[in-house]
């Protein structure tokens, strides 16, 4: 068989891109090794198809993290044999193109983002452009890329040369969606309406604060917020100071199929990130099609990608402004709204199309060419 070694910086647990990707490889026919790494925290996995490898790192953040993350993946690279190497993201492409030219392997680039644009690389700061100089350098020599939407494609064709194939981030389709957890369970409210934000990347100026501002002004709903980010504190300060216990609970970040549960019970999925950034402007998050497979109608901010999909599939809201007010008034009138039902059944309806048996074509007609 051959081997592919797929590497990312995360501790893979909540990856679902990552771990769509390598289930598609080892059906393919490859030998699939993911690595990446363990923190503290960490949750346990579940069995997958394929082998894991996870790192345990003596820093976890800051420029230590990612140095010392680079050395681990270089050496694990370097004595391990692999055909195919897959890095995901800037955070691991140097070791997976300096390994692939040393031995002559085959190395293909997925960018999730454009990573060099993150709000939290500060503008003309020192990580920002070190990281930047790394990105043009790299990319450009690149043979075979992915990356996560046609806006950001076209950043990349326009800065480096280089036009990646697009595979959007969409969940695996599923014939029924089983949910044997009750709400009680799960520790939601019988009697009110859940308002969900869902993500492994709850940050900065992704809508999340507006939405619990928002919730002073909604009655009869709760505004779930479920999963990991580095806002959340700030949230749960927020939530404190306006008296909101009662209307926002909080869960940590889930294993899948768990999410699936929460997911289910949602009468309006919520997506706010802001145009404060060209990453943030292209971005297309995975949770919009969580949603979707979940029959959830969408509360979605004003970007281009997000804007196609919510239109062209009708299956929910464009919020035209982030004023907390506002968001909460477009709450109120989607959980009333008589067109409910439509978005929901539209969104049955587009998970036949915005599923991953799709995306993953793209994906098939490179991979193939290296069996």
């Given at each position: 068989m051959k081997?592919?070694?797929?590497?990312?910086?995360?501790?893979?647990?909540t990856?679902q891109?990552?771990?769509?990707?390598?289930?598609?490889?080892?059906?393919m026919?490859?030998?699939?090794?993911?690595?990446?790494?363990?923190r503290?925290?960490?949750?346990?996995?579940?069995?997958?198809?394929?082998?894991?490898h996870?790192?345990?790192l003596?820093?976890?953040?800051?420029?230590?993290f990612?140095?010392?993350?680079?050395l681990?993946?270089?050496f694990?690279?370097?004595?391990?044999?692999?055909?195919v190497?897959?890095?995901?993201?800037?955070?691991?492409?140097?070791?997976?193109f300096?390994?692939?030219k040393?031995k002559?392997?085959?190395?293909?680039?997925?960018?999730?983002?454009i990573?060099?644009?993150v709000?939290e690389?500060a503008?003309n700061?020192?990580?920002?452009?070190?990281w930047k100089?790394?990105?043009?350098?790299?990319?450009p020599?690149l043979?075979?890329m992915?990356?996560?939407?046609?806006s950001?494609?076209?950043?990349?064709e326009?800065?480096?040369?280089i036009r990646p194939?697009?595979?959007?981030?969409?969940p695996?389709?599923?014939?029924e969606?089983?949910?044997?957890?009750?709400?009680?369970e799960l520790g939601?409210?019988?009697?009110k309406?859940?308002i969900?934000?869902?993500?492994?990347?709850i940050?900065?100026?992704?809508?999340?604060?507006?939405?619990?501002?928002?919730?002073?002004y909604?009655?009869?709903?709760?505004?779930?917020?479920?999963?990991?980010?580095?806002?959340?504190?700030?949230?749960?300060e927020?939530?404190k100071?306006n008296?909101?216990?009662e209307?926002v609970?909080?869960?940590?970040r889930?294993?899948?199929?768990?999410?699936?549960?929460?997911t289910h019970?949602?009468g309006?999925?919520?997506?706010?990130?802001?145009?404060?950034n060209?990453n943030?402007?292209f971005?297309?998050?995975?949770k919009?099609?969580?949603?979707i497979h979940?029959?959830?109608?969408?509360?979605?901010?004003n970007?281009?990608?997000v804007?196609?999909?919510?239109?062209?599939?009708?299956?929910?809201?464009?919020?035209e402004s982030?004023?907390?007010?506002?968001?909460?008034r477009?709450m109120?009138?989607?959980?009333?709204s008589?067109?409910?039902?439509?978005w929901?059944?539209?969104?049955a309806?587009?998970r036949?199309?915005?599923?991953?048996?799709?995306?993953?074509l793209?994906l098939?007609?490179v991979?193939?060419k290296f069996?």
């Amino acid at each position: 068989m051959k081997k592919a070694i797929v590497s990312v910086i995360n501790d893979l647990v909540t990856d679902q891109r990552v771990h769509k990707v390598c289930t598609t490889l080892h059906d393919m026919g490859y030998d699939v090794l993911l690595v990446g790494r363990r923190r503290r925290e960490s949750l346990s996995m579940n069995a997958r198809k394929y082998r894991t490898h996870r790192m345990f790192l003596f820093f976890e953040k800051g420029p230590a993290f990612y140095a010392f993350f680079q050395l681990r993946l270089l050496f694990f690279l370097l004595f391990r044999r692999a055909d195919v190497l897959v890095s995901n993201d800037l955070d691991t492409l140097w070791p997976n193109f300096f390994i692939s030219k040393l031995k002559g392997t085959k190395l293909v680039y997925d960018a999730h983002e454009i990573f060099t644009e993150v709000p939290e690389l500060a503008e003309n700061s020192a990580r920002k452009k070190a990281w930047k100089k790394l990105e043009g350098w790299l990319v450009p020599k690149l043979k075979h890329m992915f990356t996560v939407n046609n806006s950001i494609a076209a950043w990349y064709e326009k800065q480096y040369g280089i036009r990646p194939l697009v595979v959007r981030n969409m969940p695996r389709l599923q014939s029924e969606v089983t949910v044997s957890m009750t709400r009680n369970e799960l520790g939601l409210p019988e009697n009110k309406r859940i308002i969900l934000l869902q993500g492994a990347g709850i940050n900065i100026q992704r809508g999340a604060e507006e939405a619990v501002e928002a919730m002073q002004y909604v009655d009869h709903a709760v505004l779930l917020i479920l999963g990991s980010g580095d806002v959340l504190p700030l949230l749960k300060e927020m939530v404190k100071k306006n008296k909101l216990e009662e209307k926002v609970i909080f869960i940590p970040r889930q294993p899948f199929e768990k999410l699936q549960a929460y997911t289910h019970f949602a009468g309006i999925g919520l997506t706010l990130d802001k145009d404060t950034n060209i990453n943030y402007r292209f971005s297309l998050p995975n949770k919009i099609f969580d949603y979707i497979h979940a029959g959830v109608p969408v509360l979605a901010s004003n970007l281009v990608e997000v804007r196609q999909v919510v239109e062209k599939y009708n299956v929910g809201r464009i919020a035209e402004s982030h004023d907390p007010r506002e968001i909460a008034r477009v709450m109120t009138e989607m959980l009333a709204s008589p067109d409910y039902e439509t978005w929901k059944s539209n969104a049955a309806r587009a998970r036949t199309e915005l599923c991953w048996e799709q995306e993953e074509l793209q994906l098939k007609s490179v991979y193939s060419k290296f069996l």
